[in-house]
């Protein structure tokens, strides 16, 4: 089963791409099933090319072919030491700029993602970049956040633009345990937590491809978290409902018994975490802080 799934954060440098090679290396194989190549579509620009002093950016040569009209993207992959295989961005943010308008806009990261399973870095997750396109495309949209007040606020404040009004399947990651129970953070933000990353410099320089620590590449502790991460995702995207068919008039049709729960709104209340947890490990301090209208059941 191939699928694509996008990760950003919403602000800082969580460590999204790190987390999206280490997802992509983690992901497991099986006979038969779909191959998956991380994408780094950030229009600020890409780091892997120069990590793995890579000699070029395969996301611009996919794009001059994207724009004559051939989409395909096998030609650009490279495998990277360690066998991850990866579409580079460019270094300068106005190339990477321009490929990743090409790519997202007119829909060849999501027809690559029919027969590969695609894991794309968007850098910031923000609807208005050229990589927004991307946002509504994916079968998984991963928030990549510091569990810390200020970066769960910023989650919380863009809940509905992120969940496409609850509409999208969305999910948290973690990097660095959080102080409060994982319940708390997923109830707080409104968006289940998919799992923890764990802060681990050198397992991030490993999959960076420098040199660091004594342990394997795929046994730090990173790499063990980015494995189990990735086996989750890929039962997310083998759970996934099969597309409804299209009526001639292109409405989907909802299957009966089901019409119920298809469009179920709801009112959440979102809490963020306010002050410092209990001594008990609780979560004291959390405060409410706004109320979001969620319409659920009408993902793509
Ligand atoms: N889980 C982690 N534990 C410790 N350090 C990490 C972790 N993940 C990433 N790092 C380190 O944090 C820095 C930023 O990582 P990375 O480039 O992946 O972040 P990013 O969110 O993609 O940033 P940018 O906004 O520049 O694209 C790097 O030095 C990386 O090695
Ligand atoms: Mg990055």
């Known amino acids: 089963m191939s699928g694509l799934i996008v990760i950003g954060s919403v602000k800082g440098s969580p460590g999204v791409t790190t987390a999206s090679l280490g997802l992509a290396a983690g992901w497991p194989m099986r006979p038969g099933g779909a ?9 600020a620009g890409g780091d892997v090319l120069g990590w793995y002093e890579l000699p070029a950016a395969g996301l611009v040569a996919w794009a001059a072919q994207a724009r004559s009209g051939r989409s395909g993207l096998s030609g650009y992959v490279q495998r990277l030491p360690g066998g991850v295989e990866v579409v580079a961005a460019p270094v300068e943010a106005a190339a990477a700029r321009g490929a990743v308008e090409v790519l997202a806009r007119g829909g060849a990261v999501r027809a690559a993602a029919d027969s590969v399973t695609v894991v794309v870095d968007v850098g910031r997750l923000d609807p208005s970049s050229p990589a927004g396109p991307l946002l509504g495309a994916a079968d998984v949209l991963v928030v ?24 999208r ?22 968006m289940p937590v ?51 068919p299209a009526t001639p008039l292109g409405v989907p049709v909802i299957p009966v018994g089901t019409a119920g729960s298809a469009a179920v709104s709801r009112t959440a209340t979102v809490l963020v975490p306010g002050g410092a947890p209990s001594r008990e490990g609780g979560g004291g301090g959390w405060v409410p802080s706004t109320s979001v209208r969620r319409d659920r059941g009408e993902r793509r």
């Open 35 to 43: 191959p998956v190549v991380a994408v780094e579509a950030d229009p």
């Open 194 to 244: 998919l799992g923890v990353l764990p802060h681990d410099a050198q397992g991030a320089r490993r999959i960076a491809g420098r040199p660091g620590g004594r342990r394997a590449t795929g046994h730090t502790p990173l790499a063990r978290a980015c494995r189990e991460v990735a086996g989750r995702l890929a039962a997310e995207l083998e759970a996934r409902p099969v597309p409804l």
């Open 169 to 190: 399947e969305c999910v948290l990651l973690l990097v660095g345990e959080p102080r409060w129970p994982v319940e708390r953070v997923a109830e707080s933000v409104g």
């Open 144 to 167: 990549l956040a510091r569990p810390v007040p200020a970066e769960l606020a910023r989650v919380v404040a863009g809940e509905a633009q992120l969940t496409g009004a609850g509409r």
